[in-house]
C-alpha cells in the first residue's frame, strides 16, 4: 500500500501535539524546581534526585515500551502514556500543593515527588516510540527521516517552551489553599488531558501504515536536544547488534557519555546558580531562571538546525569545535556574577554542546555498516539519557560544596575530552550519518 504524501494532516498534528506535551510538561517543573526546593528548606541533593530518577526510569522503561508497542499497537501505547504522563502530573501537583500550604514537610514533599516523578519515567515514556512508528508507518521510505525529524523537534520546542511559560504558571490563591508552585504540574496535566482525548477521540485505530517499528527516545530534560539517534533507530533495517563497547562505536559512546554528564551537570544546577549569584529570593528567581534556559536550549537549537546544516563539518570536526566551545562556555558559568554573563555563559556552554551531540550521534552511526544502524542508534540513545540519571546529582552535590565547582569540573572534564577526541576520532565512511534532528 502506498504511503501517503508527507504533509501537516490532523495525524501528524496530533503525535506532534503528543511530544511538545511530554516535553513541555517535563522541563516546565525541572525550571521551577531549584526555586521551590529552596522555599520548602530542602537541600538542593535532594532537589536533583528528583531529577536524576525519573531519568533513570524513562531509560530503563522507554525501550521495552519501544518493543511493546511493535505488538500490542501504537494507539493503545500513546493512549497509555499519556495517562501516566496525567497520573504522575496529578500526584506531583497534590504532593507540591500538600507541601506549599504547610500540610507535610519539605522532605515529605520531595520524598513524595520522588515517586510521582518514577510515574512519569515509566509511563510517559511510552508514548514517544508508538508515535514515531505511528508517523514512521504513514510516510515512504524517502520521506520518513525528513517527517520523523520534524516530529523529534517537539522535543527541542519543550525545552524552550517549558522554561518560557512556567513563571507565568504560579499561581496565586484558590480561597484559603495557595497553588503557587504547583501551578506547573497542574497546568501539565489540563494539557496532557487536553492531547488525550484528542487522540482517543481522533486517531484511528488503524490508518492502513507500512511497517515500521518503535524506537526509545531520549528523556526530554533541560539540556538534552534531540541528536538525531531515535530517528535512524525508527527507521533502520533491524540487523546486526552492537554492543556499547564494540571497538568500531567506542570512541562515540565515552565522547557521548562525558559530555552528557557535562551537560546534565551544569544545565541542572543553573536554577540555583541563579538564586545565589543574583541574590534573589528563590520567588523572584523564577523569571530570570527561565530566561537563562531559553537563551541555552534556543542557542542549541540554532546550531542544530541553522548553523550545522550551513557549515557541513565532519563529526570529528564537529565534535573538537564543539567541546572547545563549551569548555569556554562551562569556565565562564564559574566566574559570572550577573544575569547577563550567566545567560551569556550558558548559551555559549549549550551551543558547544549542540555542536558535539549530533557529532558524535553522526559519527557512531557511520563507524558501522547498514545492517547495524538501528543497533547503534538505540545504544546512543541510551548513553544520552544515562547522562541525565547521575549528572544532575554529581553537579547539585559539588555545587554544595563550592558554587563554582561543577562547571570548573565540567570545564575541565571537556578539555581532557577534546585532547582524546583530537588523538582518536577519525571520519569514517560506513552508513549514512545520522542527520539533524
Wanted: glycine fraction near 14%; charge should be positive.
Amino acid at each position: 500500500m502506498a504511503a501517503p504524501k508527507l504533509r501537516p494532516d490532523r495525524t501528524f498534528t496530533l503525535m506532534f501535539a503528543v511530544m511538545l506535551t511530554v516535553a513541555v510538561g517535563n522541563t516546565a517543573l525541572q525550571s521551577v524546581l531549584p526555586a521551590l526546593g529552596r522555599t520548602l528548606g530542602v537541600t538542593d541533593s535532594v532537589v536533583a534526585a528528583v531529577f536524576s530518577v525519573s531519568a533513570l526510569m524513562w531509560v530503563v522503561a522507554a525501550p521495552f515500551w519501544a518493543n511493546r508497542s511493535d505488538r500490542h499497537g501504537r494507539r493503545a501505547m500513546i493512549l497509555l502514556g499519556m495517562a501516566g504522563f496525567c497520573a504522575a502530573q496529578l500526584l506531583v501537583g497534590m504532593f507540591l500543593l500538600a507541601g506549599i500550604n504547610g500540610w507535610i514537610s519539605g522532605t515529605a514533599t520531595f520524598v513524595l515527588l520522588v515517586g510521582g516523578r518514577m510515574l512519569y519515567g515509566m509511563f510517559g515514556s511510552a508514548a514517544p516510540p508508538a508515535v514515531q512508528a505511528i508517523v514512521a508507518g504513514r510516510t515512504t521510505r524517502a520521506q520518513r527521516t525528513r517527517a520523523l525529524a520534524l516530529l523529534a523537534s517537539a522535543f527541542g520546542l519543550g525545552t524552550i517552551l517549558g522554561p518560557a511559560i512556567a513563571p507565568y504558571l504560579v499561581l496565586g490563591h484558590v480561597g484559603a489553599i495557595e497553588i503557587g508552585l504547583a501551578g506547573p504540574a497542574f497546568f501539565a496535566l489540563v494539557l496532557g488531558g487536553v492531547v488525550g482525548i484528542a487522540v482517543a477521540r481522533m486517531l484511528p485505530h488503524s490508518a492502513g501504515e507500512l511497517p515500521a517499528h518503535g524506537a526509545a527516545s531520549a528523556y526530554p530534560s533541560i539540556g538534552g536536544q534531540p541528536t538525531g539517534a531515535s530517528v535512524t533507530a525508527a527507521t533502520g533495517e533491524r540487523g546486526e547488534r552492537v554492543g556499547f563497547f564494540d571497538h568500531r562505536i567506542r570512541v562515540w559512546v565515552i565522547v557521548g557519555l562525558v559530555m552528557g554528564h557535562a551537560q546534565a551537570m551544569t544545565g541542572q544546577a543553573i536554577g540555583f546558580l541563579v538564586i545565589d549569584r543574583l541574590g534573589l529570593p528563590p520567588m523572584e528567581a523564577l523569571a530570570p531562571t527561565g530566561l537563562v534556559l531559553m537563551m541555552g536550549a534556543g542557542a542549541a537549537l540554532l546550531v542544530q538546525w541553522g548553523l550545522i546544516p550551513l557549515l557541513d563539518l565532519t563529526p570529528p570536526t564537529l565534535v573538537r569545535v564543539g567541546l572547545v566551545i563549551a569548555a569556554i562556555g562551562c569556565a565562564a558559568l564559574a566566574l559570572a556574577t550577573s544575569l547577563y554573563g550567566i545567560a551569556t555563559a550558558y548559551a555559549l556552554s549549550a551551543m558547544g554542546f549542540g555542536f558535539v551531540r549530533p557529532g558524535y550521534t553522526a559519527g557512531a552511526s557511520l563507524a558501522v555498516g547498514a545492517a547495524a544502524q538501528s543497533s547503534v542508534a538505540g545504544k546512543i540513545t541510551s548513553v544520552n539519557g544515562a547522562s541525565f540519571v547521575l549528572g544532575p546529582s554529581i553537579g547539585v552535590g559539588l555545587y554544595e560544596l563550592s558554587r563554582p565547582l561543577p562547571y570548573l569540573t565540567a570545564a575541565a572534564a571537556l578539555v581532557v575530552l577534546i585532547g582524546y577526541a583530537v588523538l582518536t576520532l577519525r571520519p569514517s565512511a560506513h552508513g549514512p550519518s545520522a542527520g539533524p534532528e
